[in-house]
């Protein structure tokens, strides 16, 4: 059974920092790109962070870059978002995903609130 599991979110005030975590199991993680998307109240989901199953090439959508860092171990079957930095318009909830060709999973998400 497919599983991504996501952890890591809560409030945090406008400057802090928090660290997303995706557990995943039931598939060959290793050949998956995974990103994280998000997506806030009223607003369309968006696509955060990707990182490449084979090369781990990142890619980062402009608001986020030098501020977010996504990574992955394979080993652990795990993805991570390190969020520094954060502002108040990176509240919202932060979804796992995973890709390979047309084969796509989602995790059920992890609400990230940024507030003082």
């Known amino acids: 059974q497919v599983q991504l599991v996501e952890s890591g979110g809560g409030l945090v005030q406008p400057g802090g920092s928090l660290r997303l975590s995706c557990a995943a199991a039931g598939f060959p993680f290793s050949l998956y790109g995974m990103s994280w998307y998000r997506q806030a109240p009223g607003k369309e989901r968006e696509l955060v962070a990707a990182?490449?199953?084979?090369?781990?090439?990142?890619n980062y959508v402009d608001s986020v870059k030098g501020r977010f860092t996504i990574s992955r171990d394979n080993a652990k079957n795990a993805v991570f978002l390190q969020m520094n930095m954060l502002k108040p318009e990176d509240t919202a909830m932060y979804y796992c995903h995973a890709n390979n060709g047309p084969v796509t999973y989602w995790g059920q998400g992890t609400q990230v609130t940024v507030s003082s």
């Open positions: 990182i490449g199953s084979i090369t781990g090439v990142t």
